[in-house]
């Protein structure tokens, strides 16, 4: 008989718990997002020419592409690449690619109130820095939140071979576009040859610093060049609405 009340018990709780949750507005979420929400990924797969994507236009349509794949092209959306500006046109900037968030992945999760793991998104001060408290605090975006659009995670330093955990950003850790007359970008994202780009690390390790966007640079723009240095050509997406 007592454990029949005890049951009793913790079904009344859990009920009251839901109850009040749903009246305050805060009401959990399921356990698992569906992909239809997901509003952020790591590409799965890459283009597969080195740095030539087309320009911003082939890396957005590749980012449509995967998302409509697995249930969420129905968003619009846009690959985080800066370009840097050339006689007459400027630069375009990552940062100002992707929207306002806030942004979900496939599957991160954090407990609710009863201990179950939900969906916790990225919210735009918190994946560049830009003031002294931010930057202090450091980017919310981790390895366990830059899945792909599959729901997979992305091998970084001590998982299996190979290491895919170079993104390509073209871009500084503000996420704006360098300004200098070196290249950054595999010549706007048009090269698969000559020309340098910009990574972070989806791992946020290697290399001296804990960069998502601007660890170090590749030695060249073919795709063996962006092999070599730990990745295939992956970048990230956002989907913008």
Same mark, same amino acid.
């Given at each position: 008989?007592t454990r029949v009340f005890v049951w009793l018990a913790v079904g009344v709780c859990a009920v009251s718990g839901r109850a009040a ?13 569906? %992909? ?40 619009? !959306? ?24 806030? !942004? ?34 450091? %980017? ?30 073209? %871009? ?16 706007? !994202?048009? #090269? ?18 804990? #960069?998502?966007?601007? %660890? ?11 092999? #070599? ?13």
């Amino acid at each position: 008989m007592t454990r029949v009340f005890v049951w009793l018990a913790v079904g009344v709780c859990a009920v009251s718990g839901r109850a009040a949750a749903q009246q305050a507005g805060t009401a959990p979420l399921p356990d698992r997002i569906p %992909s239809s929400l997901m509003t952020f990924f790591v590409t799965s797969e890459p283009i597969g020419d080195g740095g030539n994507f087309g320009g911003l236009a082939g890396a957005d349509a590749h980012c449509q592409k995967l998302a409509a794949a697995v249930g969420a092209g129905g968003k619009t !959306w846009r690959a985080y690449l800066s370009t840097q500006a050339v006689p007459g046109r400027p630069a375009v900037n990552a940062r100002d690619r992707i929207g306002n968030g806030p !942004w979900y992945s496939a599957k991160e999760r954090v407990p609710d109130y009863l201990g179950r793991r939900l969906s916790r998104p990225i919210v735009k001060s918190e994946i560049h820095g830009d003031t002294l408290d931010e930057a202090r605090r450091g %980017s919310n975006l981790t390895k366990e939140f830059a899945l792909t659009e599959k729901g997979e995670l992305v091998n970084g330093m001590g998982d299996p071979m190979p290491t895919r955990h170079d993104i390509l950003t073209g %871009s500084q850790p503000d996420g704006r576009a360098f300004t200098d007359t070196a290249d950054h970008t595999c010549n706007d !994202w048009t #090269s698969n040859g000559a020309g340098s780009a910009q990574v972070g690390h989806s791992d946020r390790i290697g290399n001296g610093n804990q #960069s998502w966007n601007s %660890s170090h640079a590749t030695t060249g723009c073919s795709q063996r060049d962006l092999v #070599s240095w730990g990745g295939v050509g992956l970048f990230y997406c956002f989907a913008v609405e």
